[in-house]
């Protein structure tokens, strides 16, 4: 084979690799590795070559690459982390927010109606019922005369006397 060069070197390691190569050809490989500038394809090369140049005289250090943080590794983690404690509080969120509606309704927990006889205690079939109900109640309270206004009708404006009037009409209302 030719004389190794920047432009064939991959060819002679392939065969290095291969096992394909003499004596003589492997210490032209480990004179090339020897030199100060070498093909950039092959530099990764260099450790293992000066090592067979050396006949293997120490072992090769199994060098640990020591795993180091960038900070595209922190932003990376950091995105995780925020991303995690976002979904959390949203669910923490949404599930308050449907136990206060549930909350609500506990108002009316224990509430029945009749209908035909029998008697019904779901909450999702009577409360339509129940609101109509409440809204009664509300009408005939806004609507219906307070008892000052009954007794001051009947008392009061049955009697013809003006003091006895007067005197039931302070009685009631100024004190």
């Known amino acids: 084979m030719n004389d190794i060069n920047d432009n064939n070197i991959m060819q002679w390691i392939d065969r290095f690799l291969d096992g394909t190569t ?28 000066t090592w067979y ?8 250090v199994n060098h640990k690459r020591k795993r180091s943080f960038s900070i595209k590794h922190w932003i990376y983690t950091i ?10 509080t ?13 909350d609500e309704f506990n108002i009316y927990e224990g509430s029945y109606i009749i209908r ?27 609507s219906s005369p307070s008892i000052e206004e009954m007794i001051s009708e009947v008392v009061i ?8 009037q007067n005197l039931i009409h302070k009685v009631i209302f100024e004190n």
């Open 22 to 49: 003499t004596c003589a050809e492997e210490q032209k490989l480990y004179e090339y590795f020897s030199k100060k500038e070498i093909a950039p394809e092959a530099r990764h090369y260099r450790e293992m070559m």
């Open 53 to 60: 140049a050396s006949r293997m005289a120490t072992p090769i």
């Open 79 to 88: 995105s995780i982390a925020a991303s995690i404690a976002l979904l959390c």
């Open 90 to 102: 949203l669910g923490i969120k949404l599930y308050n927010s449907q136990s206060e509606v549930h």
């Open 116 to 142: 035909n006889g029998e008697k019904i205690t779901d909450l999702n079939l009577i409360m339509p019922e129940l609101i109509e109900a409440e809204r009664f109640i509300d009408e005939y309270k806004y």
């Open 157 to 164: 404006y049955e009697t013809d006397d003006k003091d006895t």
